[in-house]
Nanobody, 126 residues
Framework: QVQLVESGGGSVQPGGSLRLSCATS????????MGWFRQAPGKEREFVAARRSNGATYYEDSLKGRFTVSRDDGKNTLHLQMNSLRPEDTAVYYC????????????????????WGQGTQVTVSS
């Protein structure tokens, strides 16, 4: 059974940083394509970043340079480092495991993923 548990969310002032973690069981992070999404109140879930099983990483264009995906093989955990946070980054952040071996162009779509975590709240406010 695949389980994903996000942590690391919280409240931070604009310009601050947070590192989210996605502890994974039932799949090996090193060889699995995974993604991060977020959903703000009243908005649809949107793509944030993804790491393909071959190690390639992908980001929403508007987030490049501020967000970084990495993994910890020893802990079988995926991370999302978020820097220079802005109020518009406020959302619930979800990690997800992709079904099979998706092509890179499909990683930005929620339908590509078959398992989801429960989400962690990130609030950016002064």
């Amino acid at each position: 059974q695949v389980q994903l548990v996000e942590s690391g969310g919280g409240s931070v002032q604009p310009g601050g940083s947070l590192r989210l973690s996605c502890a994974t069981s039932g799949r090996t992070v090193r060889t699995t394509s995974m993604g991060w999404f977020r959903q703000a109140p009243g908005k649809e879930r949107e793509f944030v970043a993804a790491r393909r099983s071959n190690g390639a990483t992908y980001y929403e264009d508007s987030l490049k340079g501020r967000f970084t995906v990495s993994r910890d093989d020893g802990k079988n955990t995926l991370h999302l480092q978020m820097n220079s946070l802005r109020p518009e980054d406020t959302a619930v952040y979800y990690c997800a495991v992709a079904a099979g071996s998706p092509i890179s162009s499909s990683l930005r779509y929620a339908r590509t993923y078959e398992y989801w975590g429960q989400g962690t709240q990130v609030t950016v406010s002064s």
